[in-house]
């Protein structure tokens, strides 16, 4: 195949996303400081209203109800309690997520060398799309390389990579595992090869606009900073109910969790779909990363959490980089949209384990925040699956109550979706809504069960 040829092919697919997928860039413009003013306003109302009402229609109601039957009280109290300190935690990270502001992006004269790995399996074209972005990010093309691993695909990804590869010589590096070995080992192929001062992973369903690239370079002027992570959003929103609630989860996941957790310099994981490492620090962790294990089982996935917690442990930074985004395909299907959330799950418990012992060895404030932030934040498990064993019970004594129980989920989830409206000014959040009675009556179930199977090593993708 000629370079024109290898070019036309890369455009072709460029044109024509696959399955109809929207434009990857809807969603990424944020809105005026103003209209932010008016966020934090109607999120202040907020607070104001969550609060009132939960403590008349709900504690008072419940706590009559367990005066009467005292041993309902080791159920209801847990919940009473991760109630009340969720809501202080709640106070403190919008606080926290006002402060955040993003570093300055890297200048094209300061821009440092930088290998971008791109691991794939079974993609086809999309990789294509994956690799043509990042070819199309501003960035000094003679301090960027890209290196695309085909992880054993059984289909016809690896004649795309070739495609790519034929049309940007020099610039794009093709590499293949003959047999499936699993993400880990694909990325860790690519971090042995790679070049790079920085090294920038993206997943191969995945596309970046065109700055993303400086602005993930611009944090590591700060040596302490070992990795950064950008904003994901979901690139097929538009094709059903669940892309567009997982959009909505997506952007209070980013632009909510994650910057609250970049100002302390400790964002829990950051995501393979789009983040930038430091690559001494990652050559000092690698062996380790790539051979980890946890209760005698060789650990799979979840390497972009146990990677980020490795560069904590070693005594970096993670921070967020809210302009560097990406767009990711998300599923469209209820068993697909599980076995992500299980996979998940499966690794959040798993590294929670772990940074319990990372975290003292954190910066003096960052430790307390952190402490404290884990704590609350783990404690809603046991408290919310305590409440679920006295529902029914409380149903069956007072059915009045069914009411304001859904209404308090409703409104709760209303309050948190309103920080959602300072990244994309649109009625979508709405779908953040109906997210949260999804999970709650349809994904209850995953948590408990990855739990239970924490050893397994599936990676539940295809």
């Known amino acids: 195949m000629s370079m024109a040829q290898g070019r036309q092919a890369v455009a072709r697919v460029r044109r024509e996303p696959k399955d109809g997928y929207s434009n990857a860039t809807e969603g990424s413009r944020q809105p005026s400081e103003s209209w932010s003013y ?257 209760l005698g089982s060789r650990c799979t996935f979840g390497e972009d959490r146990a990677m980020t917690n490795f560069l904590l442990a070693s005594g970096y930074d993670t921070v967020y980089q809210r302009t560097a985004v990406v767009h990711t395909v998300v599923p469209t299907g209820y068993w697909k949209l599980c076995k992500m959330l299980l996979r998940w799950d499966r690794s959040y418990v798993r590294e929670e384990i772990r940074f319990a012992r990372i975290m003292w060895k954190r910066p003096p404030a960052t430790r307390v925040i952190a402490f404290f932030d884990r704590f609350v934040t783990n404690i809603r498990y046991p408290a919310t699956y305590a409440s679920l064993g006295i529902v029914p019970f409380l149903l069956v004594r007072d059915p009045s109550i069914t009411l304001p129980v859904l209404t308090a989920m409703g409104l709760l989830s209303l309050f948190n979706v309103l920080y959602y409206l300072r990244s994309e000014r649109s009625f979508d959040f709405l779908y953040g809504v109906l997210y949260s009675y999804f999970s709650s009556f349809a994904l209850f179930w995953i948590f408990p069960y990855a739990v239970a199977t924490v050893r397994a090593r599936a990676w539940l993708t295809r």
């Open 38 to 294: 008016v966020v934090y306003g109607l999120i202040f109302v907020g607070f104001v209203a969550v609060g009132y009402y939960q403590f008349h229609a709900i504690i008072l109601r419940v706590l009559d109800v367990t005066a009467e039957h005292g041993g309902l009280r080791a159920l209801v109290y847990p919940g009473l309690l991760w109630m009340v300190l969720g809501f202080v935690l709640l106070a403190a990270r919008t606080i926290l997520w006002i402060v955040y502001r993003p570093a300055p992006p890297a200048t094209r004269e300061e821009a440092p060398s930088l290998t971008v790995v791109i691991p794939a399996y079974n993609e086809g074209a999309m990789v294509l799309q994956s690799i043509e972005s990042v070819v199309k990010a501003d960035y000094p093309q003679d301090r960027l390389e890209i290196l695309v691993i085909d992880d054993g695909s059984k289909d016809d990804t690896w004649s795309y990579i070739l495609r790519a590869a034929a049309a940007y010589p020099g610039l794009v590096t093709p590499l293949r595992h003959e047999k499936n070995r699993g993400k880990r080992e694909a990325l860790a192929l690519g971090f042995s090869r790679a070049r790079g001062e920085v090294i920038v992973t993206i997943d191969s369903d995945s596309v970046i606009e065109r700055d993303a690239l400086l602005a993930l370079a611009g944090p590591f002027r700060n040596p302490r900073i070992g990795a950064v992570a950008g904003k994901v959003l979901v690139y097929n929103r538009r094709n059903g109910i669940i892309p567009r609630m997982m959009h909505v989860r997506y952007v209070l996941s980013f632009d909510m969790l994650r910057s609250v957790e970049s100002v302390y310099g400790n964002v829990y994981c950051c995501p393979g779909a789009l983040t930038a490492l430091r690559a001494t620090g990652v050559r000092r962790v690698l062996e380790k990363w790539r051979n980890q294990r946890f």
